[in-house]
């Protein structure tokens, strides 16, 4: 009967609703794919297909289903316990590494000192040069100045709509003479959100709104 060779090390992790199993090949070196989407109700295939299209094996992609604002994600921390020198980490884009620069440095400096390069698809970055790495950092650094500045937009777009008398960026419901009268007839603020069918949280924000001087502008919605 003929002798069995050693038994390969296989890895099996349950990580946010997938399971990754895989056998290390004989020279050690893999391709490991990593997937992130914001929250439970997304989806991660579209980018799990770029990753197996690009060469990854299905069985070798880890998946995340949480915000890229924080590292201590299940999956990322398993995939990157498991990375080795010599492996290749695939991603689709940066955005799906991490949210911060500060996070996305850190990141490519701990893959490069342990030996692991990053193939970034979408952005076509190979970190395995000092080049590619230059690129990283470039566009890491472009991409969060652009989700810093189109926040600031937002903040002040949004600020510009209070003072206009918009509500969250839209036209309000109900007009001042509306909430009024139903707070006269109510005499509580929810009683009064109980006739007008609305939140609260609309009618304390116009009593705020009141109580600053300033009076709503706008035409309400209909």
Known sequence: MPKRGPKKKTYIHKI??????WKRPA????????AR???????????VDEL????????????????????????????????????????????RLGRNLGDLIDIERQLFEKGVRLKVIAQDIDTSNASGR?????????????????????????AS?????VIGGQPARHTDDQIKGAL?????VSGAARLLK????TIIRRQKMWAEGRKLKLAVRA
Not at 27 to 34: A, D, L, R
Not at 198 to 201: D, E, H, N, S
Request: aromatic share 10%; with cysteine.
């Open 16 to 21: 946010a609703e997938s399971t990754v199993k």
């Open 27 to 34: 020279n050690g070196q893999m391709m490991i794919g990593y």
């Open 37 to 47: 989407v914001s929250t439970s109700d997304q989806n991660n295939q579209r980018q």
């Open 52 to 95: 197996i299209k690009y060469g990854v094996a299905p069985e070798d992609v880890f998946q995340d289903k949480q915000s890229g604002k924080t590292l201590d994600r299940a999956a990322w921390k398993a995939c990157f316990r498991d990375l080795q020198k010599g492996d290749l980490l695939v991603i689709y884009s940066l955005d």
């Open 134 to 158: 230059m690129i990283f950092h470039v566009l890491g650094a472009l991409a969060q100045w652009e989700r810093e500045w189109n926040w600031e937009r937002t903040k002040h777009g949004l």
């Open 161 to 165: 709509a209070r003072e206009r008398g």
């Open 184 to 188: 006269r007839k109510a005499g509580s």
């Open 198 to 201: 609305c939140a609260k949280i």
